[in-house]
């Protein structure tokens, strides 16, 4: 069904993670609708509550918003989503260096790694 | 939140063996509620309880406050196992019989999902496989509108195509207004779609939780749980 | 809701039916024809052989009317059919006096069938004049005439009909409210209520014939007219009563809950 998802984490922090990363890419623009509840409830096979609760999230979080009867659309702000952006960059490169550090690598062994990589 | 089904203190018991001991738990409005279980654990006799194919020993049973009766067959969708349909029948005479009998049957969508497994409305019960059958009776049961939906072991015995069918189908029929209670063994498949779990073991609730929280709370999935519960 | 479940359980037990009725009246029709023909040696074979068919035809009628009526009934309340018979928004008073009305009709519909098989054959105008003659001979020291025997035989057969199929499915019930050998105490308990009805009837009859002076008449070696209008009321009131027990009794054992396997 097209996403996988990983049984040990609550599905609706990865719905989350997975539409937050879609807006990131710029695969869901700004002021775009989303699909209903039920659509992505099918499209996951997921239970609608979660997709529910995965929208409820988003929406706290400024990503997404409600226009009522109409749905729910991708905000308009785009400072939201790039302060979003930002902080998720911050995320990764943090788990990156935490385990390139649990292998005794400091910064510098680290930039020169990805220098040599192609 | 309103239970559309409340099991109280329900027990029963076959010549000595205690098969269903002391059992409570409820099924809230707009939930899909997984009794997961090994096979043998009592998972089937008590969904023969709620829909009177057994007597009640002990405790008490309401399906939307009401208990057991005549009337609450009519709030309740139940596939059981078996297949239980007069095999002597074709698809469109499965159809208006529960069209006769049921007044929430909703043709239309029976006929569309029909549609999707591309089968011939006269085809003949008696020339279908197993599976074949299983899966006219989903689309039947699922295409009430009813309150509560009691699906025994859905999954039971299909190939994972079949098992996506199933799902979606599940998934597409379920409104806020009802709730599904499903029973497997199967646990990975039916992750996904539940709201809330409740372990049984030897006919006992040993466990009864919100499938999320839970996940949260063991960082396990509801699978690897119920390994290491049961 | 009785009107839907009559239509889906009579479609049930006719549908194999309704060949056997057809087959049968069809070879009754050749072996009538046939008989018309040339009384050559050929042809008589050919008749006796078309005739003894039909004989066939009528057992086998016979026969799997009960079987069909029966074989509904378990796998209608007791086998995987259950599991959608009794979740059907409908009462159990319902669903049984649904399966009696649609086996009594089927048995009637059967019966006509094979009287009209033989009446195919065996019709003329001297056929039944003999058959009137043989009824009244029958029935000459009774003072009755020969449509009235005729009338009282088939009322008596018919409530007769009721109290046995409403004694079998009361015996089917009650074998399935046991968790193991159910085909065994359905014949067990079936054999106990016909000896039960049949014995209630014998003694009753005693009684009432003895009460009203015709126990004589009853023992004689023709019965007399006294003791046999005796019987027949007694018999035809234990009958009925009997087929209202056996609905009642059935009808609350089944209320009380099945135990599908």
Known sequence: ?118 | MTDLLSVKNVSKSFGDKKVVDDVSFSVPKGKIVGLLGKNGSGKTTILKMINDLLTVDQGEILICGQKVSTKTKALVSFLPERTYLNPTLTVKQTFDFFEDFYSDFDREKAQDLLNDLGLDLNARLAKMSKGMKEKIQLVLVMSRRASLYVLDEPLGGVDPSTRDYIMQTILKNFGEESSILITTHLISDVEKIIDQVVFIDNGKIILNRDAEELREEQNASIDEIFRRTV | MLKKLLKYDFKRMTRILVYMYAITVVLAGLTRLVNLGNKIQFVLIIGKILEGCTFAGIVNVLVNTFVHILGTFISNFFKDESYLTHTLPVSKTQLLFSKLISSLLVIIISVVVCILSLFIIFYSPEFMTGLKGFIEMTVASFNMSAGGFVAVLVTLLFIQTCALIAMAFTAIIKANTYNEKRILYGLIWMFIYYTAISVINIVLSVIVCALSGNLAGLFAEQISQGALLCTIIVISVGYVAETIFFCYYSNKLFKKGVNVD
């Open chain 1, 1 to 118: 069904m097209g996403f996988n998802f990983n049984g040990n984490v609550p599905i609706y922090l990865q719905i989350i993670e997975r539409i937050k990363l879609q807006i990131i890419r710029k695969e869901l623009v700004p002021g775009q609708k989303l699909p209903s509840v039920r659509d992505l409830s099918l499209q996951y096979s997921v239970n609608p509550n979660t997709v529910q609760k995965a929208l409820a999230e988003l929406e706290s979080l400024g990503l997404i918003f409600t226009e009522r009867t109409n749905g729910k659309f991708v905000t308009l702000d785009e400072s939201a989503i790039k302060r979003e952006t930002e902080r998720t960059i911050e995320q990764k490169l943090n788990e990156f260096c935490c385990s390139m550090a649990e292998l005794g690598l400091d910064k510098s062994e680290i930039i020169k790694k990805l220098n040599e990589k192609e």
